[in-house]
């Protein structure tokens, strides 16, 4: 019988369930069909939840963007035309028209074209001709068409480079969904869906109320150009100054503020993201050098919330004790001086008015200038409270042509400094108004632009370097912002001796961990921890302060001291020589 069934000639016994190879395999195919169900169900849930996650997370980002590039081109079109445009309607495109703006018409060609290729074909036909008596015509070999695979081949290669090749997927054999790769296949169909649903909508909005209070901004004008100006003459000393916006209501002329981007939107900054720790030992370091020490960045930070935030918050502060109308931040380059300003004007509640040289250039030419400075000052003191902010304060006051050129500045900062000193004249306790500049070079004004830079400001903070205490707070705050929060053997005491005494500021630390901590690092923690020297070759990379930089800063200090106090320093310093002697 075993011959036979070998052979085929008869059946083989049944086999139990266990070894039968197709029961075997139906099983196999049950079960893979099972873990692909369970693997579609995965992707579609992860579908849904990035989708969600995005509209919810980056979405409102995503709008603020898109909103500020439409009124970027709002402000283009208004000041090339000198009117607010429309906003096309959902069926032409609505806002593509700014993120996908039609291609501009072909340039035609200069002369008569016509003429020129009638006379190249007669020639060309005529020379044609004589050669064909004399010679054969040669026939040309038809062309041979492209493959029709060669663009989906490109394509496939194309894909395979940008998503595959450097891909690592030890990690996934099971090779479920990639939620990073799912995230950016959805995110133009969101954008797409923020922009028609929610930008336009708003934008649309927003377009007509400008139109709107412009429009009563011009009836006011025209309803007072009939009326005297005055009833009688007054001396200078009473005279009152005049409104070069008279008849403008404040909601129009915030309006054009925003559009020219010099209201800036409520910062996000707060006073927690600029880190730093008090210093114990300044008495000591005072005693021993004859230089005074740095201020701490906790005692800036305390003298901001002091003579800014709380005058501004507070009317009742504001009228009760003495706070400079004006303030000057200076210090190196990422201590964060600019973060101070913002975090400053988010705690009062403030708006935020930003008349930078670099953000003003080119917007206000000649005599607009004057108009712009009335204009923010006027809505500054009837929206209080207010921070009028001047970035690299230091070009405001910069007459020099040579050193002018250097900056990259089409018009000369300077051109704001008289008008500005009018304005702060005018300021008056109530207002609730703070004129606030940071500069990261204070030493490049001399002789006279200098006199009058320090004559404008009435209190000058200065912001330096992060001390070591400073800097382990800050590595700390950074690494656990990139969300490295396993690193128990990261001797964050070293990096931050490192930073200390190399001049680093707390904008190279950041930019640092940015670098180094990536989402994929973040999963490798387990395997491959963090440690000192993954840091150092991002941090030789970046910029630091020099000695001869921090040398500039104490000269500068040294000039903003009042006569009295230079005289007491000078007063230590010879009884410090006499005791010495003796």
């Keep these: 019988n075993e011959e036979l069934i070998l052979i085929g000639m008869e059946p083989p016994p049944d086999l139990p369930a266990r070894d039968d190879p197709v029961l075997k395999q139906q099983k196999v195919r049950e079960h893979r069909l099972l873990v692909q169900k369970a693997h579609q169900d995965d992707y579609l849930n992860t579908i849904e939840e990035s989708n969600k996650g995005l509209f919810d997370i980056e979405g409102p980002e995503m709008k603020e963007r898109m909103k500020d590039d439409v009124r970027k081109w709002v402000n283009t079109v208004f000041e090339a035309t000198g009117e607010v445009p429309d906003l096309p309607d959902e069926e032409d495109g609505g806002s593509l028209i700014v993120f996908d703006p039609p291609p501009p018409p072909p340039e035609e060609e200069e002369g008569d074209g016509k003429d020129a290729k009638g006379k ?18 040669e026939e040309e070999e038809p062309a041979v068409p492209p493959s029709v695979f060669v663009g989906s081949m490109r394509d496939a290669v194309t894909r395979y480079c940008e998503i595959w090749e450097y891909k690592n997927e030890e990690d996934n054999f099971a090779q479920k969904a990639d939620v990073e790769m799912i995230k950016n296949e959805l995110r133009p169909t969101v954008r797409e869906t923020i ?24 009836k006011g004008k025209k309803g007072k150009k009939g009326k005297k100006k005055g009833k009688g003459k007054k001396d200078k000393k009473g ?13 129009s002329l915030y309006g054009q503020l925003v559009l020219a981007s010099i209201a800036q939107d409520m910062p996000s900054e707060t006073f927690a993201d600029f880190v730093g720790s008090y210093k114990n030992v300044d008495a000591m370091v005072e005693k021993q050098s004859q230089n005074k020490p740095d201020p701490s960045l906790a005692s800036v930070r305390q003298a901001i919330v002091e003579q800014v935030v709380m005058p501004l918050a507070s009317p009742y502060v504001a009228g009760q004790a003495p706070h400079p109308p004006t303030c000057l931040i200076y210090g190196p380059k990422g201590t964060g001086k600019t973060t101070l300003v913002k975090a400053a004007a988010r705690e009062a509640g403030a708006n935020l008015f930003d008349i930078s040289p670099k953000n003003t250039d080119g917007k206000y030419p000649k005599k607009q200038v004057a108009k712009m400075l009335h204009i923010v000052f006027k809505v500054a003191k009837a929206l209080a409270p207010s921070i009028v902010y001047i970035g690299d304060a230091d070009l405001a006051w910069l007459a020099d042509k040579k050193k002018v050129k250097t900056t990259g500045l089409s018009e000369a900062g300077s051109r704001i400094l008289k008008d500005l000193a009018k304005e702060m004249k005018d300021l008056k306790p109530e207002d609730r108004v703070t004129i606030v500049g940071e500069t990261n070079f204070p030493h490049r004004l001399e002789k006279g632009d200098l006199k009058k830079f320090l004559a404008y400001w009435k209190m000058f903070l200065y912001c330096p370097l992060p001390d070591y205490a400073s800097c382990q707070y800050i590595w700390a705050q950074h690494i ?18 490192l930073t200390y005494t190399n001049g680093y500021a707390g904008s190279a630390i950041a930019a640092a961990c940015k670098q180094i901590i990536t989402d994929r690092r973040v999963e490798r923690l387990d395997m491959k921890p963090l440690s000192v020297d993954d840091f150092i070759p991002a941090l030789s990379s970046l910029d630091q302060t020099f000695p001869e930089e921090d040398v500039k800063f104490r000269e500068f200090t040294e000039k903003t001291k009042p006569k009295e106090e230079k005289a007491d320093d000078a007063g230590g310093k010879d009884d410090k020589k006499g005791k010495k002697k003796k």
């Design 239 to 251: 005279k009152k100054k005049k409104d070069l916006t008279e008849g403008e209501t404040i909601d």
């Design 195 to 218: 922009r028609i649903k929610e930008v336009d909508a708003e934008m649309r909005q927003e377009i007509e109320n400008m139109k709107a209070q412009m429009a009563k901004g011009k």
């Design 120 to 137: 190249d074909a007669k020639g060309k036909g005529g020379k044609d001709a004589k050669k064909g008596k004399d010679e054969p015509e």
């Design 480 to 497: 656990r912002k990139c969300g490295a929060n396993r690193t128990p053997n990261l001797d964050t005491s070293t990096l931050a001796r």
